[in-house]
């Protein structure tokens, strides 16, 4: 499976948008990009995935690069409640695996 | 959907103590995975089954863990002798497996945050 590599941490103002770049540059053809957030110590949840396209919810935007070797989770308009741990994983089998994450903390 | 029911919330026992953990999936899942996580190693996967079987428990520490799934709508994780190093929050999810679109989404529990004396 593809190593995903994320900073550790980052900070977004309020109001503003989050992008949380993730860098996998082995990841094979047939591998989705997930993004999962943890917000303080309740159970991970589900953000958004993709394959190749672009991909947008209620929650978040998510833009993968045209060689997928790297993608970007955008939160358009960041609020104190967007204060979490967000973790990318690139899978292709059933089980999810995650590294670090990066923890973003949204400031008023 | 009530979401993935963990049971219990919070549990604090003595070293040698039996813990038993408790998870009822989302109705229709097929999959069910079993996670622990610590300040120190994170959100490790211990073990998933699929259709109620045991897939890969590679992530299980040790002998003293141990995981079932008799029905398609409740696993135990077990812990016997519990020891102090064993501390940490429980998480159990669950999954529809392989969706129409190849992908696989994990709706988790609250957790069990579990505390050994």
């Known amino acids: 499976d593809a190593k995903t590599t994320q900073p550790p941490s980052m900070d977004c103002a309020e109001g503003r948008a989050a992008n949380l770049p993730c860098n996998h540059s082995t990841i094979s053809g047939n591998e989705y990009v997930y993004w999962y957030r943890q917000i303080h110590s309740q159970g991970p949840q589900y953000i958004i995935h993709?394959?190749?396209n672009n991909e947008t919810n209620e929650m978040a935007s998510l833009i993968i690069t045209e060689d997928r070797k790297s993608s970007t989770l955008i939160l358009p308009h960041a609020t104190l409640r967007d204060t979490a741990v967000y973790y990318c994983i690139v899978r292709v089998r059933i089980d999810m695996r995650f590294g670090a994450g990066t923890r973003l903390t949204v400031k008023p | 959907d009530a979401g993935v029911i963990q049971s219990p919330r919070h549990e604090v026992t003595e070293m040698g103590q039996e813990v038993t953990l408790r998870c009822k999936p989302i109705s229709g899942h097929n999959s069910l995975f079993w996670y622990r996580q610590t300040m120190m190693r994170g959100l490790e996967l211990l073990i998933y089954?699929?259709?109620?079987?045991?897939?890969?428990d590679s992530g299980m520490p040790e002998d003293r863990f141990s995981a079932k799934m008799p029905n398609a709508s409740f696993s135990t994780l077990k812990i016997q002798p519990s020891e102090p190093r064993d501390s940490a929050v429980y998480f159990c999810?669950?999954?529809?497996?392989?969706?129409?679109?190849?992908?696989?989404?994990?709706?988790f529990g609250a957790g069990s945050r579990l505390t050994v004396l």
């Open positions: 993709g394959l190749k």
């Open positions: 089954f699929n259709n109620n079987v045991p897939i890969d």
């Open positions: 999810a669950s999954s529809p497996g392989t969706g129409s679109s190849g992908a696989n989404v994990l709706t």
